[in-house]
């Protein structure tokens, strides 16, 4: 039952943008079906995916849904139907009479194929889905074409996305080759580790692309900047953890890993958490910024897998649990606050036309629930209590802490890097956040634009205030998602034999909603003494004191460049900013500039020249192919009677 | 029962005193009378009397920020151990939310800062925040080897003294932590030789420098959270390096007000002996705390 309500829910985002094909395109009317449309499904889709979490998994030749499924499902239905009523005011038909009709038809299809992803029981269906997902992001990514940055992302993208496919048909021919059929089901116990190192090698490389982790995210940062907002919150929020979901469903599926698979996830995850705020922190463009923060959070859900793979080579359960649902839990939470925080990234940018920091500033007035919204997101990613980026952390904290052994026999030392590098994480993603929320919401305007925002409509704020309110939900209770995650982390490891997994005795699940709720108590009870305070005292408003400084503008104030100058100095190693900075001025100086910009390292620094250099070595056989028959006919001949002096 | 409402005064009451007393310390090696040894309750008691003056630039953020620091300070207070005795709260992974509270305070403080639109507080607000990058891996560190040490991650336990295996076996993995722990708390607190509380010399502070336009009770709420996370930090240290017990329970709390005193008297000996360094060795130093406590961690996995 459950599983034809998902099917129904999948149809319906899948046709969501086809009525709108047929309508004039300065009428909404064809929005407004298509919105109707995507939350018909998405209500069906979570109705059906919540209901199969009570039901015997579902599984026949060509859909199979078990928990883990059900985990990816709901982001699926939940972050594009809110994106959907968002795109109602942000990308307004009648304002984008050339591409939202496209963007429309190729958002319903993007996220009818990530669910068809998440509930494919075969290979064949696995990569169509996966193929139509690709191509759908693909023209997603480019709905501005006619820009010319925007196409070469898009490029990128397509590159990047094919290489994918690529090691996912060697990955399915080869599981083809030792299980015997194109369903997905576990290897056998006997076969060499070879084969089976070779396929979680291919998972990692061809899933790592698509969700993005550290050497391989080179065509994140651009896409995620160049899209329209609410789908750079759907490729951010859901679409790379269908990445994360191909590695989850891939590695359930290899008995026994090796420890060093774990460890090779690990530090993976590790440089590409670090790594991916260090770039986050250098960045200027407030869409590319948030952007490297998914490579960021990607990491961090990397760590926890590779702790649960470290877990079930060392045969511990707390492990496995702990960083599995560690994942999971995150990749729902990245899902919801990192929609948040593009949403209202569109909408600074629908009132500003920037997407340059330090061209904004003083937003908080002028939006102040957009800025709310911003913060709370802005908190929950840094993993800070009382929100949900915290329990997700907490869980694979608490594991990483275990693996090494304490309160246990058997640990691995290779785990001790991890609870500082997630502190490094963490930290840095504070001053990251609080560098943009200052910049674009605090202070003073650094522009007309900024000086003249407006709050945007109930269309754009609702849709974030529901996000924020899923934060708050799972931040304060954690209780309440717990029994899904159990029931992934058992169908992700059958073979350990703990029959029910329980987080309860291994995370301290309800005293973290006492904390949260104390911490939200006193918070309340010291505002409200304050302010007491402050009306028995008396308050006056003036300018800022400044030490004093009696005509300070706003372009004086401390901008985003600045704020991350010390930071950004000491991880010049890997960022290697590029600065262009005033030469020496005479006495009476001129007018001047100084630019800095942080290019990223693998795409600008590493593919770009040897893409360049590859281009120049075979320019050079270009004379081959000069479009003269007669030489055409003479290569055939030379070849035959080569072949014929080989046979 | 009556613990816990020892430990609650404590932690609401004494914070100040350890700024009396570290106070009075310099003005003896000044060879000064110094001001009396509650003076920072005088501060305060004034400060929370007086109006306030709230620049035109700034939202609730600004007032956000003092509460969020004091309020993350004292919650963190009720998860540390008092000398030998246990938190009121305790659980296990409590040392995550100790770490990730101040994070939070951090969070507030720093945007606060950034509110007011000033030049000087953004770059109090930069340091404060560059500098926490380095310091939260060496406390993680520090943490490890607790946890490993006493096979609990809760800090209570952890730091349940004589360790079982306590200094006689891993008394230097202990000695690093301990000291990488130190140089940690100098810099969160602000303290010389990494920072300087009474300066004015704007362009070279960290933490006083985000406060600048605060004024009234919401600095009074600045200067009270920052003494409970002196407190709370210092608690945190002196449990590993004297983790001494009496036998008799009230005797414990004299001997954990005792220790907090010569605490509060090194930390002025530090600061009267010491020049403050320039800004651009505090990553330095930070990243050999980082290392210290690395090495103590290696030490106890070898």
């Not at chain 1, 009317?29 to 199969?52: E, F, N, T």
């Not at chain 1, 669910?115 to 269906?125: D, Q, R």
């Not at chain 1, 396929?199 to 995620?224: E, N, S, Y």
């Not at chain 1, 005033?582 to 800095?596: A, G, I, V, Y």
Request: with cysteine; glycine share 10%.
């Amino acid at each position: 039952m459950s599983e034809w309500l998902i099917v129904m829910g999948i149809v319906c985002h899948a046709v969501s943008g086809v009525p709108g094909l047929f309508r004039r395109r300065d009428s909404d009317a064809g929005q407004k079906l298509a919105v109707v449309l995507g939350l018909i499904g998405s209500a069906l889709g979570i109705v059906g995916a919540v209901g199969s979490l009570w039901q015997p998994s579902v599984a026949n030749s060509v859909i199979k849904i078990d928990a883990i499924s059900v985990i990816f499902l709901l982001p699926i239905f939940l972050v594009p139907a809110l994106g959907a009523i968002y795109g109602l005011t942000y990308w307004k038909q009648a304002e984008h009479i050339h591409n939202g009709q496209k963007l429309r038809l190729f958002y319903g299809l993007v996220t009818a194929a990530m669910a068809g992803v998440t509930i494919a029981a075969n290979s064949i269906l696995f990569l169509v889905a996966w193929e139509i997902m690709a191509l759908s992001a693909f023209f997603l990514i480019t709905t501005e074409d006619e820009d010319r940055t925007v196409r070469e992302v898009g490029w990128i993208y397509l590159v990047a996305t094919h290489t994918a496919t690529l090691c996912l048909f060697a990955l399915f021919a080869l599981l083809r080759n030792v299980t015997g059929s194109f369903a997905l089901v576990a290897l056998p116990d006997g076969p060499g580790t070879g084969i089976a190192t070779a396929i979680f090698l291919l998972a990692t490389i061809g899933f790592g692309l698509k969700a993005g982790m550290m050497p391989l995210h080179v065509w994140l940062p651009g896409a995620h900047a160049m899209a329209p907002s609410h789908v750079s919150a759907l490729m951010s929020g859901v679409l790379i953890k269908i990445g994360i979901y191909g590695l989850v469903r891939i590695s359930s599926l290899l008995p026994h890993p090796p420890l060093w698979w774990g460890g090779l996830l690990l530090a993976a995850g590790m440089i590409s958490g670090v790594l991916g705020v260090a770039f986050a922190i250098g960045q200027h463009d407030l869409k590319r910024l948030l952007a490297y923060h998914s490579v960021e959070n990607i990491g961090i859900i990397t760590m926890g897998l590779g702790l649960a793979m470290v877990g079930r080579s060392l045969h511990r359960a707390d492990c496995v649990a702990l960083g599995l649902a560690g994942a999971l839990l995150h990749v729902w939470n990245h899902g919801l606050f990192k929609s948040v925080l593009f949403l209202s990234a569109g909408a600074v940018i629908h009132a500003t036309h920037t997407r340059e920091i330090d061209h904004l500033g003083g937003l908080a007035k002028a939006m102040p629930r957009t800025a709310l919204c911003f913060a709370i997101g802005a908190v929950a990613i840094c993993g800070l209590p009382p929100l949900n980026g915290f329990v997700s952390e907490l869980l694979i904290y608490l594991g990483l802490f275990r693996s090494l052994g304490i309160g246990h026999e058997t640990g691995w030392a290779g785990a001790a890097f991890g609870p500082p590098a997630l502190a490094l994480i963490g930290a840095l993603a504070v001053a990251c956040f609080v560098k943009v929320f200052g910049a674009v919401f605090l202070g003073a305007a650094r522009s007309e634009h900024a000086r003249h925002a407006r709050e945007a409509g109930a269309n754009m704020t609702a849709p974030m205030l529901v996000l924020v309110g899923c934060c708050l939900l799972i931040g304060l209770a954690p209780l309440l998602v717990a029994p899904v995650l159990e029931r992934g982390v058992s169908a992700w490891s059958p073979d350990l034999a703990t029959g029910a997994v329980s987080l309860a005795p291994l995370a301290p699940l309800g005293w973290i909603s006492v904390a949260g709720l104390a911490l939200i108590v006193l918070l309340v009870v010291a505002g409200v003494a304050l302010s007491q305070r402050l009306r028995h005292g008396g308050t006056a408003s003036s300018g800022t004191w400044d030490c004093g400084y009696a005509a300070p503008t706003a372009r004086m104030q401390y901008t985003s460049s600045s704020f991350a100058q010390m930071l950004v100095g000491c991880f010049t190693w890997v960022l290697r900013p590029r600065v262009h900075a005033p030469s020496e001025q005479p006495l009476f100086s001129r007018p001047t500039q100084f630019r800095s910009h942080v290019p990223d390292i693998v795409l600008d620094g590493a593919l770009r020249p040897s893409f360049r250099f590859g281009a120049k070595i075979t320019s050079s056989f270009r004379f081959l192919q000069a479009g003269n028959i007669h030489a055409y006919l003479f290569y055939i001949v030379v070849f035959l009677i080569l072949l014929l002096l080989w046979r | 029962m009556s613990h816990i409402i020892v430990h609650i005064v404590l932690i609401l009451g004494l914070p100040p005193l350890l700024l009396g007393v570290i106070g009075k310390t310099k003005a003896l090696f000044a060879g000064r009378v110094g001001p009396p040894l509650f003076q920072p309750y005088y501060d305060l008691a004034k400060l929370f009397r007086k109006g306030s003056v709230f620049s035109t630039t700034t939202t609730w953020v600004f007032r956000a920020g003092p509460v969020v620091g004091l309020v993350t300070a004292l919650l963190a207070g009720m998860l540390v151990p008092l000398g030998s005795h246990g938190a009121p709260v305790s659980f296990s992974g409590d040392l995550i939310l100790f770490a990730y509270l101040f994070a939070l305070g951090r969070f507030f403080t720093a945007s606060a800062a950034l509110d007011t639109g000033s030049a000087f507080e953004g770059m109090g607000a930069a340091r404060e925040v560059t500098f926490s990058c380095l310091a939260e891996p060496a406390l993680f560190f520090g943490f490890l080897v607790l946890a490993k040490l006493s096979g609990s991650l809760s800090l209570t336990v952890m730091l349940d003294g004589p360790f079982p295996s306590g200094w006689g076996v891993a008394g230097a993995s202990l000695v690093l932590v301990a000291a990488s722990l130190f140089i940690v708390l100098l810099v969160e607190n602000s303290r010389i030789p990494f920072d300087d509380p009474n300066t004015h010399l704007e362009l070279t502070m960290i933490h006083e420098v985000m406060v600048l336009d605060h004024s009234g009770p919401a600095l009074g709420m600045i200067q009270y959270g920052a003494a409970v996370k002196l407190f709370v930090m210092g608690a945190l240290l002196m449990r590993i390096v004297a983790p001494f017990t009496s036998g008799n329970a009230w005797a414990d709390w004299g001997l954990f007000v005792a220790g907090m005193m010569a605490l509060a008297v090194v930390i002025g000996v530090v600061e009267s002996v010491m020049a403050r360094f320039r800004l651009v060795f505090v990553p330095t130093f930070l990243v050999a705390a980082c290392l210290l406590s690395g090495f103590g961690i290696v030490l106890l996995l070898r």
